[in-house]
């Protein structure tokens, strides 16, 4: 019997923009793929490629930016070989997107209702009373109360939270089974981020839909993950399940990041934080050693010699670096980074 197909599977994606100080490498060679019912988490400070890779995957780069992949595949469809038009009709059907800020994704001249609706009768799911009563059961499932009026508001009559809430209905309109969530919670007050979190898992639960959630807090990282990516200057630098992300991490890189996070109970008030010193290299040009190395307080010789493949070393698990397995790490679980997220 044939293992189910990842619903989402992309190898060797890469984004280049050109640019007047010539070609910036946003994105190289990413390779990732997500089950129906799954939540990969990608998670790197910001610039590391998150969005870029996620507006790849759905046809929204910026006109300068050139994309390439091995494969780029959603439910078995090639995405990349898709005209302009078949692309667009996948979007907001069979994959959609929450963005960071729904006051500047949402359409300021048009009702809430107005933008539900659309989606629902331009990709033929049924008539104009059917896409109402849709957006209406939407709106209450997501927890927005006096659905019915809140559909005649404007985005900017809603509060922030509101808005996401009524952006996480609206991806959900067509039932797709790709949902791609970019930091969804970062204009948010911190209580409301925990309540789109909650609402995002449930409904992720009960459609069965492929999660991918872009984020950069590794607490959220802890309480959604199935799966995590680590990504740094454009490339990934670890894979593999959360709780061995956590608890053993094999990049500087993700050991540099878990050290940013207090652990109650053992972090002093008061204490200073790790940090990560340096800066993110440059992007423009071709890749000649690891991208890391100039930050990296374990870098040795070889890593300046040449670029650091992706090693895989188990099933799932995968890290871009030449520190021989087995060096000690500063190993935190993933109950700790959720503890400090709370």
Do not use: W
Not at 216 to 229: E, F, T
């Amino acid at each position: 019997m044939s293992e189910p197909q990842p619903v989402l599977r992309v190898e060797g994606l890469s984004v280049a923009i050109d640019t007047p100080s010539g070609t910036l490498r946003a994105v190289s060679d990413v390779d990732l793929h997500v089950d129906r019912g799954e939540t990969l988490c990608i998670v790197g400070e910001s610039g590391c490629g998150k969005t870029m890779t996620s507006l790849g995957i759905m046809g929204l780069l910026p006109r300068r930016a050139r994309l390439s992949a091995k494969r780029l595949e959603l439910e078995g469809r090639d995405l990349a070989r898709l005209s302009a038009k078949d692309r667009a009709a996948l979007r907001g059907d069979r994959m959609a997107m929450i963005f960071q800020d729904p006051m500047t994704s949402l359409n300021p001249v048009y009702t809430i209702g107005n933008q539900m609706e659309e989606i629902y009768v331009r990709h033929g799911k049924g008539n104009q009373k059917q896409a109402r009563e849709r957006a209406e059961y939407l709106l209450h499932k997501v927890g927005i109360s006096a659905a019915s009026s809140r559909l005649g508001q404007y985005p900017h009559q809603l509060s922030g939270g509101l808005r996401q809430r009524a952006m996480v209905a609206m991806t959900l309109m067509c039932e797709p089974t790709l949902i791609i969530a970019d930091e969804p919670t970062t204009a948010l007050d911190v209580t409301i981020q925990a309540q789109i979190l909650h609402l995002l898992d449930d409904l992720q639960r009960e459609y069965h839909m492929a999660l991918i959630l872009i984020t950069h807090d590794l607490g959220v990282v802890a309480r959604m993950a199935d799966r995590v990516i680590v990504m740094y200057a454009g490339q990934v630098v670890e894979t593999g399940t959360a709780e061995e992300v956590f608890s053993a991490p094999r990049h500087p890189y993700t050991r540099g990041l878990l050290d940013c996070i207090p652990i109650p109970g053992k972090t002093r008030p008061g204490a200073p934080l790790g940090s990560i010193p340096g800066m993110v290299p440059s992007l423009f040009g071709p890749i000649a050693s690891c991208q890391f190395r100039n930050r990296c307080p374990q870098a040795f010789a070889d890593c300046a010699r040449a670029p650091v493949p992706l090693r895989e070393t188990g099933p799932g698990r995968a890290d871009r670096c030449l520190l021989p397995l087995g060096t000690p790490a500063q190993p935190r679980r993933a109950s700790e980074a959720l503890g400090a997220a709370e």
